[in-house]
Every structure is written in structure tokens, then in C-alpha cells.
T-cell receptor, first 112, second 117 residues
Framework: EDQVTQSPEALRLQEGESSSLNCSYTVSGLRGLFWYRQDPGKGPEFLFT???AGEEKEKERLKATLTKKESFLHITAPKPEDSATYLC?????????????FGKGTKLTVNP | NAGVTQTPKFRILKIGQSMTLQCTQD?????MYWYRQDPGMGLKLIYY???????DKGEVPNGYNVSRSTTEDFPLRLELAAPSQTSVYFC????????????????FGDGTRLSIL
């Protein structure tokens, strides 16, 4: 069964304290891995797509990396406005069609 | 550019009532999706559509129905509301997946928060 596990469930950082979020997955034939940001009361907002092991993508203080078993979202010198829930999802083939399988997310809080 | 628009934002239903959650997108995306998000759980796919007139079941379709008469609109129907359907519902859309390796991201609306009492 295709699974996506995110850790930790919650993370508290001080402003400027860099850290990483983890997304491990088991899927038969990875077609793509997506990172989203979700603010309270809002829908997920697309951040990155990674397609193959070794690929990296960057946007401001965020950098996403991908290996054959997991992805990391590195946050460098975070600011309070980076506080959100970060969702990881993998594109998997289920029942003859392709679907996104989501993790439960990591809730990030950055204190000033 | 509005993107994906969902209405209503909030709704309270009584057990057994029916309602339709509306979703429209202005990006000319062929693919559209309905998800539900429960506290502490990942998004679960309810139904999806690859184009007007074509719909298919996702992981948790029981108790729901959909239709897709236009490219822009993808309404979700609850016929007999049950407490287990209390959730936040998200609609999303994307371009067609083109080629073996290219996968397009899904773009989400801001959700409908539904409580069934």
C-alpha cells in the first residue's frame, strides 16, 4: 500500500533557527513528490515538485530535496511568517489511475 | 485571477439533509478533484474528473455524488448527510498529466467547512 509519513508532527523553532522536515514514502513507482504549505482556514498552496532522486528545488528560505525513500524540506533562518502546516504528497498509481497520496503534515511554529 | 473558488465557506446541516458544495475554476484545467480533510489526517480523495462528462471514484466516495457538465464547474453532492461527513472539503484542479515523467501540481480552493449535527 502506498504510504506517506511526515515527521515531526509539530515543530517549534525560534526565529533564525534552521531545521528540516521529513517526508518518507513507500510507493510503487514514484511519478512525482509535491510539497504544499497550508495556512489556517486556507487550502494547500503549492511549493515544489520533485521528480527524481537527487533533485533539489529552492524558494526563498525553503529548499526541498529528494532521495529514493524520502524528501526533506529544509528551512533556513525561518521567520514567523513561515509558520504553517507543510504537507507532502506523492503521485502514485492506484487502481489503474494516478492519485496524490498525502501525508498528515508537519505543523511549524516560528517564534519571534 | 481567481483560481479555484468554493462556496459556501461554512455550512451547518442536520442529519439527513442534502446539499451541494460548489467548485469552479477559471484556469481552464481539465482535471478536477474533491478531497476531505479531517483533523490529524491527510487529505483523502473523494471523486475526481479528467474532463467534462467524465468522473471517477477516489478513496472515500460513499455518501457523495459528483457531476461535470462544464470544464469550469465540479459540484459535490451530499444526499443524506451523516455526522461522519463533518469535515473540511477541498476542491482542486490541475492540467492534464502530460508524458510519463511530467506531473502537474494541483491548485486548491480555500475549502468548505461542513458540520452535520
Amino acid at each position: 500500500e502506498d504510504q506517506v509519513t511526515q515527521s515531526p508532527e509539530a515543530l517549534r523553532l525560534q526565529e533564525g533557527e534552521s531545521s528540516s522536515l521529513n517526508c518518507s514514502y513507500t510507493v510503487s513507482g514514484l511519478r512525482g513528490l509535491f510539497w504544499y504549505r497550508q495556512d489556517p482556514g486556507k487550502g494547500p498552496e503549492f511549493l515544489f515538485t520533485l521528480y527524481s532522486a537527487g533533485e533539489e528545488k529552492e524558494k526563498e528560505r525553503l529548499k526541498a530535496t529528494l532521495t529514493k525513500k524520502e524528501s526533506f524540506l529544509h528551512i533556513t533562518a525561518p521567520k514567523p511568517e513561515d509558520s504553517a502546516t507543510y504537507l507532502c504528497a506523492v503521485q502514485a498509481r492506484q487502481g489503474g489511475s494516478e492519485k496524490l497520496v498525502f501525508g498528515k503534515g508537519t505543523k511549524l511554529t516560528v517564534n519571534p | 485571477n481567481a483560481g479555484v473558488t468554493q462556496t459556501p465557506k461554512f455550512r451547518i446541516l442536520k442529519i439527513g439533509q442534502s446539499m451541494t458544495l460548489q467548485c469552479t475554476q477559471d484556469m481552464n484545467h481539465n482535471y478536477m478533484y474533491w478531497y476531505r480533510q479531517d483533523p490529524g489526517m491527510g487529505l483523502k480523495l473523494i471523486y475526481y474528473s479528467v474532463g467534462a462528462g467524465i468522473t471517477d471514484k477516489g478513496e472515500v466516495p460513499n455518501g457523495y455524488n459528483v457531476s461535470r457538465s462544464t470544464t469550469e464547474d465540479f459540484p459535490l453532492r451530499l444526499e443524506l448527510a451523516a455526522p461522519s461527513q463533518t469535515s473540511v472539503y477541498f476542491c482542486a484542479s490541475s492540467y492534464p498529466t502530460g508524458g510519463a515523467a511530467v506531473r502537474q501540481p494541483q491548485h486548491f480552493g480555500d475549502g468548505t467547512r461542513l458540520s452535520i449535527l
